[in-house]
């Protein structure tokens, strides 16, 4: 299908009448499982990021209703952790096939970009966004780390547990160094379980054990392990945790590996407490 000059793939015909008032399209994201399909968008010399559920993607193997309804119980997730740190919801609208979000746009490159530079690419081609944060000197990525752990305790101040984060939740702004933390839409109010067992939301190089256990208890514990698995991906080995493939120093290896023990009892008990034992570390 062709919005302005912009083509996308779909697996059927859909109707984008709605979208004229918006503005006009200038790129897409067609390649999403989970059931949207996203665009850049410019009117009157601002750009926006429109979300929106409905159609069938070509990735996606479940129900558009499923996708409508997941996409408008995100509304208020976005609504109550508004921050700084966050891309920010500006409107959503229902339309007659489906659901829309509308977002501010930021200029910032997805770190787990697998529409442009899947498999081996991601870590390999010198375009890639996750190869490019990687080179960086250790200090400008432990800022990036700062902005998502920050952001992550106050996600727990508000008595909400993250699901579903990974790289592929995190921008950055390459001329500008700026983080933001995008495609929240799965977080939800603790307390939580694991509904879905193995298949629980998430990429495999950042879920805790019990995001693969049916019936296990999705809080705080569980947040630590996905943050510290984060920090290995973006100053370590990703799913090895050798102090030999660690780029800080040892004090922080050392919070960071018992944030992703498998124990839960071994890690720390909150995020508060695993970013503030990062910060002493870092302050010292």
Wanted: proline share 3%; hydrophobic share 35%.
């Amino acid at each position: 299908m062709t919005i302005d000059k912009v083509n996308f793939q779909l697996q059927e015909e859909h109707n984008f009448n709605w979208f004229k008032h918006l503005g006009n399209v200038f790129c897409t994201f067609d390649q999403q499982d989970s059931g949207n399909i996203s665009f850049g968008v410019e009117k009157d010399g601002q750009r926006y990021f429109v979300k929106y559920a409905g159609a069938k993607p070509i990735d996606f193997t479940g129900k558009p209703q499923d996708a409508i309804k997941r996409l408008k119980m995100a509304v208020p997730v976005y609504q109550s952790l508004e921050h700084s740190h966050l891309i920010k919801l500006l409107d959503y609208f229902s339309t007659e096939d489906g659901f829309a979000t509308v977002f501010q746009w930021f200029e910032g490159e997805c770190l787990h970009s697998h529409w442009s530079f899947g498999g081996i690419e991601k870590y390999t081609n010198p375009k890639s966004p996750f190869y490019r944060f990687k080179k960086f000197e250790v200090e400008k990525r432990l800022k990036a780390l700062d902005v998502i752990f920050s952001f992550h305790t106050y996600v727990e101040s508000q008595n909400y547990v993250a699901v579903d984060f990974y790289d592929g939740s995190i921008l950055y702004d390459f001329k500008n160094d700026e983080t933001k933390i995008c495609d929240i839409d799965f977080y939800r109010k603790a307390p939580s379980i694991n509904e879905l067992g193995k298949n629980f939301w998430g990429a495999s190089r950042s879920k805790s054990p019990e995001e693969y256990e049916l019936g296990a208890p999705i809080d705080s514990i569980t947040n630590v392990f996905n943050l510290g698995a984060i920090a290995f991906g973006l100053l370590g080995g990703e799913t090895d945790h050798s102090f030999s493939k660690w780029e800080a120093n040892q004090g922080l290896y050392e919070v960071a590996k018992r944030a992703v023990e498998d124990d839960r009892n071994n890690r720390y008990s909150t995020v508060k407490e695993f970013y503030e034992a990062w910060k002493f570390v870092l302050n010292k």
